[in-house]
């Protein structure tokens, strides 16, 4: 059996970190499936994912093959059972949408060329640019089971539950993107009957007429002539209605592909997969219009047995755009079931074009990144290259996708980094998923913020501002500020219809612009009256998001906002601080001004009984290191500090910690520079190590034990070097250490005792402790143990 749970999951009784690669049979001859999985498990994986492709199993209307009778490659049966055959777990993804580069993006041709009516429709009823289906069209759903009740037939035997490899199946993939990237919903005529049923259970005719618009005498009267035909006078409401509606849109979609799925037997838990992460000029990758995604599928987080997972892409990750992953994994966390692990189900592992060129350590700090902050479960996408056969690749004959293993299994050189840390986690798995990071504040996710997917010629500039001040002043400005300032935070998703319970988040930062929705005012309001620390930044809102007058939190905190200046402020006693400017009409409780003539208040706090307001009316967009001291010195200002410490010399650390309830912990460190620091560290004031200097080397990171079990006879009371492989035997027990410096490892142990060698002196302490160094002369020491009973 198969259970999430306590943000874990549990296969056959057991907690497993998920650590998987991906693999596509359909591209690879089946005479060397065997070999790649085998190349995947010696990577440290315990699993393997792959797309099983409508469009390559059914080339002809009604001609299913999923056993290999035209084909080998097409023997699903055959290839599931190899993953069986090296005790791995599978993730199956049928579809019926893979895109996977696939011509159709999956979805056979014969459905799209035969079946125009069951296609997404623009306004002036034309397909879709890129082709795609309405997504609860009864034609596209008929051909949908069709193929679910086939697919489903070699699956369901081979669940985990049933005794076989597959533990999770992936319902469609990246549903709502095509719609987000062309900027062009469905008005297919089906599609628009649902939203006239959505309004017309959302509103009387009187409220709907008030809203939008009173020039019609019926909901449906709406739909069929003035949805298409957008006026200025009801654009903002009739967008933010769609946008809306589509949201519950995919979830209806999702729920009838898992209905049909348990028709045909399925019971592992389903994935839904969220997609976002992009490139900027070409070259770098950043995750800030991720969260588009996510508000784009969040409705579906509140369907049973389904859990969502992100894909990351975040290229090779720099110093500079780090946060992006902090800050994805934040917002994720925050809509997810509590449940659920941190999980990407499309995990870097390359890059679907050779631009950039990623380099090893983008995978090692990636990885080390995700699961410092939190992730339990990853799929690298791709793991293996191969070969599109059939003509189904959308971009010819070759699918390379820069991955760790090439198309004729040649290990690239990002499979060692991966490698190692697969090995690590194996070693670690028990004691790792038995801890949770630590956080010191929390920061506000508004998915209306990031439902920008659609604009027309009257909404694009209000979705414009907003892209502009949530890229400049959220993931450019004061998130960034707190992730380099090592203050970790948990998300917080605003559209949770309880209220915010203080006890559980004492703080909350929260990015606004100029609109925000009454109810989500009214909530934190509420959430200050009730004790609550706000932090608002860089302006208070006075619209909803239909752009209606709403000023509940300017009026709860009496307050004149004045014009924007563009300039310098001064933040206490740091001056010449560049930022854009929200002033007020404030003195009490100020705490920065404008650094004219003028001195207007730009930042102020104000008591509300046990609560208090914090208004930060600057937007900074982090160009120069002294703004990162400046929303460091705010947040110290209100008791927000970061657990770590580090010599004063050091810059640019990166540090989290996973705890445990028994105060167990591993320290996460990382190091994006292109050279290694030396630094001695202190978490919550106290000096770990023994005041040990640790080198963390350069474009890499350490993932250090401290109070934690390597066997249930073996305790490491703290350790400066990663142990990533372990042997047990009846009178021995052998571990190897990766060696980045002088290693000391501090053991406590009734039973085993740790043994010298040329590299390695043991200092026995008591009956019981062990201190171990390990001469750095050597990149991998072996340390062995003997059994002393």
Request: glycine share 6%; charged share 25%.
């Amino acid at each position: 059996m198969i259970e999430i749970k306590n943000e874990k999951v549990i296969i056959n009784g057991k907690e497993v970190i998920l650590f998987g690669g991906e693999l596509h049979y359909f591209r690879l001859p089946k005479s060397e499936w065997k070999n790649r999985i085998k190349q995947i498990k010696a990577a440290g994986a315990n699993m393997v994912s792959t797309y099983i492709p409508w469009q390559f199993h059914e080339k002809t209307e009604g001609e299913i093959d999923l056993t290999g009778k035209s084909r080998p490659e097409k023997d699903i049966r055959a290839f599931l059972q190899m993953i069986q055959d090296e005790n791995m777990y599978c993730l199956v993804r049928p579809g019926p949408y893979v895109m996977a580069e696939i011509v159709d993006h999956g979805v056979p041709s014969w459905l799209i060329d035969n079946y125009d009516e069951a296609l997404a429709k623009n306004e002036k009823g034309e397909s879709h640019p890129v082709r795609l289906v309405s997504y609860m069209h009864p034609i596209y759903l008929e051909k949908t089971q069709k193929w679910y009740k086939h697919v489903c037939e070699i699956i369901a035997p081979l669940q985990v539950t049933n005794g076989g490899p597959v533990t999770m199946f992936q319902l469609d993939n990246e549903v709502g993107m095509f719609h987000w990237v062309t900027n062009q919903g469905d008005y297919n005529d089906v599609t628009l009957k649902y939203f006239q049923e959505y309004l017309e259970q959302k509103y009387t005719l009187n409220e709907f007429q008030k809203i939008l618009t009173d020039e019609v005498l019926s909901i449906e009267e709406f739909v069929q002539k003035k949805v298409k035909k957008v006026e200025e006078g009801f654009s903002f409401a009739l967008q933010n209605e769609y946008s809306l509606f589509m949201r519950e849109h995919y979830r209806t979609y999702i729920e009838k592909l898992k209905e049909i799925a348990e028709k045909n037997h399925i019971s592992v838990p389903f994935v839904v997969n969220i997609h976002g992460f992009d490139t900027v000029g070409g070259i770098l990758k950043r995750g800030m219009k991720y969260p588009i995604g996510i508000s784009q599928l969040i409705e579906t987080t509140k369907i049973e047995n389904v859990i969502i997972a992100g894909d990351y892409y975040i290229g090779n990750l720099e110093y500079d755009n780090y946060s992006d992953v902090i800050i994805a994994n934040a917002f994720t966390r925050s809509v997810q079931t509590k449940d659920q692990p941190l999980f990407s189900a499309e995990f870097q592992g390359g890059c679907i074009t050779d631009k950039p060129r990623l380099q090893p350590s983008a995978f090692d700090l990636i990885t080390r990144l995700s699961f410092a902050n939190g992730m339990n479960a990853v799929n690298y996408y791709m793991f293996v290259s191969g070969e599109n056969y059939e003509e189904i690749g959308l971009f010819g004959k070759r699918h390379e996708w820069q991955a760790p293993l090439s198309a004729n299994g040649k290990e690239r050189a990002h499979y060692k980094p991966i490698q190692h840390l697969g090995k690590m986690f194996q070693v670690f798995n028990d004691e790792l998923l038995k801890t949770k990071p630590e956080y010191n504040t929390h920061l506000a996710f508004y998915p209306d913020y990031f439902m920008t997917e659609f604009h027309n010629e009257y909404t694009e500039g209000m979705m414009r501002e907003i892209e502009q001040w949530r890229e400049a002043f959220l993931f450019n400005g004061i998130a960034k500020g707190l992730t380099i300032n090592n203050i970790a935070y948990n998300g917080y998703n605003l559209l949770e219809t309880s209220e915010i319970e203080v006890i559980k988040i004492p703080s909350l930062w929260v990015f606004s612009t100029k609109w925000m929705d009454a109810n989500i005012q009214q909530k934190l309001v509420n959430y200050v009256n009730n004790g609550g620390n706000l932090i608002i930044f860089p302006t208070i809102p006075t619209e909803t998001m239909k752009r209606i007058p709403c000023t509940i939190l300017k009026d709860f905190i009496e307050v004149e906002q004045r014009e924007i200046k563009h300039g310098f402020a001064i933040v206490e006693d740091m001056e010449n601080i560049a930022a854009m400017m929200q002033t007020y009409g404030q003195t009490e409780g100020a705490f920065a001004w404008t650094e004219d003539g003028e001195k207007d208040v730009v930042a102020f706090e104000k008591d509300y009984g046990n609560g208090k307001v914090v208004v930060i009316g600057l937007g900074m967009e982090l160009q120069f290191d002294y703004q990162l001291k400046a929303i460091k010195k705010i947040a110290n200002k209100l008791g927000i500090y970061s657990n770590f410490e580090f010599d004063e010399k050091i810059e640019a650390v990166d540090a989290f910690a996973r705890i445990s309830e028994k105060n167990g912990k591993f320290i996460f460190l990382h190091n994006f520079d292109e050279y290694e620091k030396e630094t001695s560290i202190s978490f919550e004031d106290k000096l770990l190590f023994k005041g040990k200097k640790l080198t963390i080397p350069p474009r890499s990171g350490l993932m250090l034990p401290i109070q934690v079990k390597l066997t249930d006879d073996i305790f490491i009371e703290y350790g400066s070097g990663e142990i990533f492989e372990i042997e047990k035997r009846e009178n021995e027990i052998k571990v190897n250490v990766k060696v980045i410096q002088d290693e000391e490892f501090l053991f406590t142990s009734s039973k085993w005792a740790p043994q010298e060698s040329n590299c390695i002196k043991v200092e026995k302490i008591d009956e019981i402790q062990y201190i171990v160094n390990i001469n750095k002369a050597e990149k991998v020491a072996e340390l062995k143990f003997v059994n002393c009973m």
